[in-house]
């Protein structure tokens, strides 16, 4: 049979890569397509508003970035999948990323959102400063090893002489818990996530102080971005690009939600995985997470979480960072442009 393949050869014409392909034969090797990436994030955490957004608004296509999204019921559970390899970026807190890189773990981690929690208390409270919280019913989220409690504690210490431990009647336990129980009267205060502390403003309730004011109280002229997506440091040395890519996209996604005139897509798939019932916690929410979208340079952003992290070093010692006595170098992921 004369095909077009054998009519080209007999009549001594060279193949090109084009006309291979167009007579269906080999084309010289093609670069390989990004990898996706296996990104566990929260069922209902701000991170999955942030990829729904993402997705609607078309920019994770647009940045060349294959998302393979697996959903954890809480942090321990991500946080398990990533060490055992089953994921290739979760979202987690600094501290965690640099006890872990410092105890041996190849990873790096990029500034997601810097909006942290805050002591929550009824509107007509008269719990106004941290003295008022001295024999108070206090709920604190996160534990005793907690970073926004150890700041409190730090706090209420430096600013009204008070050792929140004894002079207050703190009780640790599940954000989700915490919100329910000031609801209902059964605690004066609590120190919760900034998405249950939001959630709680459209009821009636105020924010007594935030992480924020705390980490300023330190000294520090901004709160470093404290939540971030963490990167199996492997992936992230054999695919620069693709990690480069998510990122790029990540800041593409806040940038379109913070703009008025072109969200409207974004925070329509982001409301849907929300869980707001009405459209002032959903307004409440909104608010949170844009207060969150990290502003400032890679440089500032390491400079005030040495500085920060250094506090907490003090505030918690060992049992707090671990082997991790000062933030670990490289820590952040570095686009390869700037390297």
């Known amino acids: 049979m004369l095909t077009r393949r054998r009519l080209l050869a007999l009549s001594g014409v060279a193949l090109s890569g084009a006309a291979l392909a167009l007579a269906g034969g080999p084309l010289s090797p093609a670069r390989a397509a990004p990898p996706p990436i296996r990104l566990g994030i929260l069922q209902f955490g701000s991170a999955a508003w942030e990829v729904a957004a993402m997705g609607a608004l078309g920019l994770d296509a647009a940045n060349g970035v294959t998302l393979d ?5 809480n942090n321990d559970a991500g946080r398990v999948a990533f060490m055992a390899g089953a994921a290739d970026a979760i979202v987690s807190d600094l501290l965690w990323a640099a006890r872990v890189r410092a105890d041996g773990r190849d990873l790096v981690y990029i500034p997601f ?18 003295a008022d919280l001295a024999g108070k019913r206090l709920g604190v989220a996160g534990g005793p090893l907690d970073k926004s409690w150890l700041m409190l504690k730090a706090t209420a210490q430096e600013k009204a002489g008070l050792d929140l431990q004894t002079a207050a009647q703190p009780v640790f336990a599940a954000p989700p818990l915490l919100a329910a129980e000031l609801e209902a009267g059964n605690l004066d205060a609590a120190l919760i996530y900034w998405t249950f502390a939001a959630r709680l403003e459209p009821k009636g309730f105020r924010q007594m102080l935030t992480v924020e004011e705390m980490v300023k109280g330190f000294g520090l002229a901004h709160e470093p971005t404290l939540v971030g997506y963490v990167f199996d440091g492997a ?15 990540s800041r593409a996604t806040k940038t379109a939600l913070a703009d008025p005139a072109g ?15 009405d459209e002032a916690t959903f307004e409440a929410l909104r608010r949170g997470f844009l207060a969150g979208i990290p502003r400032l340079s890679l440089v500032e952003e390491q400079t005030l979480a040495e500085q920060l992290y250094a506090v907490l070093v003090k505030l918690g010692g060992a049992k707090l960072v671990g082997s991790a006595t000062r933030l670990p170098a490289d820590l952040y992921f570095q686009p390869p442009a700037a390297r």
């Open 235 to 249: 992936f992230a040395r054999a695919n620069p690009g693709t990690v480069a890519a998510f990122a790029a996209a």
């Open 69 to 73: 999204v697996t959903r954890y019921a």
């Open 263 to 277: 969200s409207g897509p974004g925070w329509t798939a982001a409301r849907a995985q929300m869980q707001a019932g």
């Open 113 to 130: 959102s810097s909006s942290e929690g805050a002591v929550m208390v009824p509107k007509g409270s008269p719990i106004r400063s941290v």
